[in-house]
């Protein structure tokens, strides 16, 4: 009995080191998961404060700080007039020399990581490295279809899913050779596509007061390898002729359906018969080294 009992001790023994030690183990965890809470809140509270505390964008160099330490980005500075809001006192002379070495340090991943893109960017310019990504995004320029994909991923879905093999055929144009499109002015959108690079171009036009502005984009990321274009664009009619000639084709991750300020024709009221458009386009390739 004395030994059963000497057996069974030990065995009461282990059994109440496992239950503390197993204890441990889910304190040290619940510790662990806090202290990594607290880690996330701390990188999220450090991100936090590197964004204007007026305007809530976040700073871009150069950082602005008024005598007491009172901040403001570049942006606001002119629309308080360079006058602190917490104090009163100038604010846009004096920089903050400090935040703005720690934000050239900061570097955090391309919103395009998860398509492939493997960059790093400064904080605060995530958006201009978007518009330049070549994995950023596009938007198919069909109304009332939402895919999303790039450039490339883009003209296949518009073939196959809006476009049939005829008119696909149809609407290829090449660069260099001026072609003919005719276009209702109610429709405000027209799709075109180049022969060699597949990227689709967008004519649209736009109704206002004075008449029809008409301009053309492609809906392509502004990547650094990309070829680039200009456009020329003219309008006849009775004798008449609109000619306008841009520098660049505008390439835009998404069409934007409001009027244009730069990069446009307009056909005055006075030249406009009806609601159908005939105009001449020539894409032309712009020398890349």
Not at 62 to 87: E, M, R, T, V, Y
Not at 235 to 242: C, E, F, K, S
Request: with cysteine; charged share 20%.
């Amino acid at each position: 009995m004395v030994g059963a009992a000497a057996i069974s001790e030990p065995s009461g023994e282990g059994i109440g080191s496992n239950s503390i030690l197993s204890q441990k183990r889910q304190l040290s965890s619940s510790d662990g998961a806090k202290r990594d809470a607290k880690k996330r809140s701390t990188m999220l509270m450090d991100l936090e404060i590197l964004d204007c505390p007026i305007c809530y964008e976040a700073f871009t160099i150069p950082i602005f700080q008024c005598d007491n330490g009172h901040l403001a980005c570049a942006s606001c500075c002119p629309k308080l007039n360079n006058k602190c809001p917490a104090c009163a006192l100038p604010i846009g002379h004096n920089r903050w020399r400090a935040m703005e070495s720690v934000l050239e340090s900061i570097l955090i991943p391309c919103p395009n990581a998860k398509f492939g893109c493997s960059k790093n960017v400064s904080y605060g310019k995530e958006s201009t490295h978007e518009k330049e990504c070549m994995f950023s995004q596009c938007s198919c320029p069909a109304l009332d279809c939402s895919y999303t994909g790039s450039y490339n991923d883009l003209y296949t879905h518009y073939v196959t899913t809006h476009s049939g093999m005829e008119l696909y055929q149809l609407h290829k144009f090449n660069c260099d050779i001026s072609f003919t499109v005719r276009m209702n002015i109610s429709e405000k959108i027209l799709i075109r596509t180049e022969y060699l690079t597949n990227h689709l171009f967008a004519v649209q036009c736009f109704r206002e007061l004075y008449g029809v502005y008409v301009t053309v984009s492609c809906i392509a990321p502004s990547a650094p390898g990309l070829r680039q274009f200009s456009y020329d664009l003219s309008y006849t009619v009775d004798g008449h002729t609109v000619i306008y000639k841009s520098p660049e084709v505008k390439r835009v991750l998404k069409l934007n359906f409001q009027t244009p300020q730069e990069n446009i024709m307009l056909i005055p009221n006075s030249l406009l018969r009806g609601e159908m458009l005939e105009m001449r386009i020539c894409v032309k390739k712009l020398n890349q080294e």
